[in-house]
C-alpha cells in the first residue's frame, strides 16, 4: 500500500503523528500512547517484528520500551510518501522482520535545471480549539544546478483534550509542585510539545546525487 498525493495531504490535514498518516491503510492499526508516538502494529505484529525505515535509514526505537518509533523522529509535515509491506517484503528493506515494513521518505533534493538557479519554499499551519493546540511548519530551498541546500523547521503543541461529555468524576492531581484539578471531561496527561528541525546540503554530478542530512528533534513533554 502507498500513501502519497491527496490521500496523504489530507492525513497530514489532520495529524500531528506521522505513524497515523497510515490511518486508512488496511491491516495497519495504532497502539497510541504520547500524541506524537504511535506505535504502527501490522496484522497483529509490532516492534520489533516490523521493519520502519525513514529516508532509506532501518533506524531503532526510542525508550527502553521502544515507545518511540522511528516515524516520531519527522514531523508528519515533512513526509512525502509512505509505503507500507504486508508481511512479504523485499530484503532490501529489511531481513529481520516478519510482520512487514514501513519506509517513508521526505522527498529526493531539488535542483534547479541547468545554468539556472532558484529559491522556493513552502509553509503552514494549524490551530485546534479542543486542546488549544497550535503547529506550524516551514520548508525553504535554495539551489542550483549541482548544489541544493535546505531547511525544514516544524513545531506542534497542545493541552489534555477534552472529551464530548464527563466520562469519569473530576479529581485533583499533584503535578510539578502544585496540585491540580482534572474537570471529568478531560483527558489527563495528553498534553505534548514537539519540534523539528532539520538542514541538509546535496551535491549532484551527472546522474550522481550525494546528501549530508543533519535533523534535530525536542520533546520538552509527551504525556501518556
Known amino acids: 500500500a502507498v500513501v502519497a498525493g491527496k490521500e496523504l495531504a489530507i492525513q497530514k490535514a489532520a495529524n500531528v503523528d506521522a505513524a497515523t498518516l497510515m490511518t486508512n491503510v488496511s491491516g495497519v492499526a495504532f497502539q497510541v500512547g504520547g500524541a506524537v508516538s504511535s506505535i504502527p502494529v501490522i496484522r497483529g505484529l509490532a516492534d520489533d517484528r516490523i521493519s520502519v525505515l525513514l529516508d532509506g535509514v532501518d533506524a531503532v526505537p526510542a525508550c527502553p520500551n521502544h515507545m518511540n518509533t522511528p ?70 530551498t535554495a539551489a542550483t544546478d549541482w548544489l541544493s541546500l535546505n531547511y525544514t523547521g516544524a513545531t506542534s503543541a497542545a493541552n489534555n483534550y477534552t472529551a464530548g461529555r464527563a466520562f469519569k468524576t473530576g ?36 546522474q550522481h546525487t550525494v546528501q549530508f542530512k543533519y535533523s534535530w528533534q525536542d520533546i520538552p513533554y509527551e504525556y501518556y
Do not use: C, R
Open 71 to 140: 516515524l516520531s523522529y519527522v514531523d508528519p509535515s515533512s513526509v512525502k510518501s509512505i509505503q507500507v509491506f504486508k508481511s512479504i517484503k523485499p530484503v532490501s528493506v529489511g531481513l529481520n522482520s516478519i510482520g512487514g515494513a514501513i519506509v517513508a521518505t521526505t522527498g529526493q533534493p531539488t535542483f534547479a535545471e541547468d545554468g539556472e538557479s532558484l529559491v522556493t519554499g513552502n509553509v503552514g499551519g494549524f490551530l485546534s480549539s479542543n486542546n488549544s493546540g497550535y503547529g506550524a511548519n516551514h520548508n525553504i
Open 171 to 206: 479529581q485533583t492531581e499533584s503535578g510539578s509542585g502544585k496540585n491540580v484539578w482534572i474537570p471529568g471531561n478531560e483527558v489527563a496527561s495528553s498534553a505534548y510539545k514537539s519540534t523539528n528541525q532539520s538542514v541538509a546540503m546535496s551535491l549532484k554530478a551527472d
